[in-house]
Structures are given as C-alpha cells and as structure tokens.
C-alpha cells in the first residue's frame, strides 16, 4: 500500500472533524472533555492505519472509535468516583475515645505546632469528631479540599511525632514510652 493510498482514507477522517466533535459534545460533558477524545481518537486511527479502507466504512469505522472513546471515557470516570467514595469512607471512620488514653502525650504538643489550616483540621475533625463536611462548610472550602487538608495535616502530625518521640511513633504511639509522656 502506498502513503497516497494511505493518506485518502485520514484525510476523509479530518476532514469530518467537526461533525465528529458535535457527536462527542453530545455524548460529555464539556467541549474540552469532547476536545480530548477527539484528539486521542485521532491518535488510535493512526496507530491502527492499517485497518482502514479506502471507502465509505472509514467514516463509520471513526465512529465506532468514538463511542468506544466515550464509553471508555465514563468508565475511567466511574473508577475515579468509586476510588473517591472509599477515600471518603476510610476519612469519616469513627473517633474512638479509648485511644486518647493511650496515646502518646506529644501529640498536642505536635498538633498546636503545626500551621493553622492543618491544626484546626485535625483539632475539628479528629479530636473533635465533627464530620469533614461541616470542616468543610465551616472553612468555606469543598469537601475535597477539606479531604486533602485533613490528609496533608495528618501527614504533617506523623512526621513530626517521628522526628520528636522516634521509635515510638512508628508504632502509631500507642503504649507511649518517649521521655515526653513521662513529664
């Protein structure tokens, strides 16, 4: 097969381009979105060149490739909100007031020093068990914001009790021994 014979059949799908956005505007939920399937559709035709035809089915043959794009698309999307639903799970598990007893004692210590948006999320949400969505709604931010937050300040607790109480915070500081809990 020759390039000319080969640059007929992708010329013919460019040249619909247009008609092919209008399918995926309708089909997501922005044009950017519908923007970026188009172009990654291009790509896949090309790398599969070989199966198109010089005739009227390589038009119908792109638009097989799109709908597969867009369904290919909501399921990648579909991931995204089942991975976000079981961060949000394992965010608003319950407080359990047994555990303060035996917590290390540095990690007030730890939380008053931390900047102020990581100590008032963990202060709200984990020492004083309100839900991340009323953090959220209080700090005037979304709730994913809220998440990240929360996940940032914690991060921030755990590596301070490990530079301040060693190894007893890498045993999460339960049964504290540090030379702080004994003060």
């Known amino acids: 097969m020759t390039t000319e014979s080969r640059e007929r059949p992708l010329d013919r799908i460019l040249a619909h381009r247009s008609r092919f956005l209008r399918f995926l505007q309708g089909r997501v939920e922005d044009p950017a979105t519908a923007e970026d399937i188009l ?23 792109f638009y097989r490739i799109l709908r597969n794009a867009v369904i290919d698309h909501y399921r990648r999307n579909a991931a995204r909100s089942r991975a976000h639903e079981g961060f949000v799970a394992e965010a608003t598990t319950t407080y359990e007031p047994q555990l303060e ?19 008032s ?16 709604r209080s700090e005037q931010i979304s709730p994913n914001n809220a998440y990240v937050r929360l996940h940032r300040a914690r991060k921030a ?17 339960l049964d504290c021994t540090c030379h702080r809990s004994q003060v």
């Open 121 to 136: 999320a963990i202060e709200r949400v984990d020492l004083g068990a309100a839900s991340i969505d009323d953090f959220a």
């Open 39 to 61: 172009q990654s559709a291009y790509v896949r035709a090309l790398e599969h060149d070989e199966e198109i035809r010089d005739d009227e089915s390589v038009v119908a043959w």
């Open 101 to 119: 007893a035996t917590a290390c004692a540095c990690i007030g210590d730890v939380v008053r020093d931390l900047k102020d948006e990581y100590r």
């Open 157 to 173: 607790v755990a590596r301070q009790l490990t530079a301040v109480c060693g190894a007893c915070a890498e045993h999460k500081c």
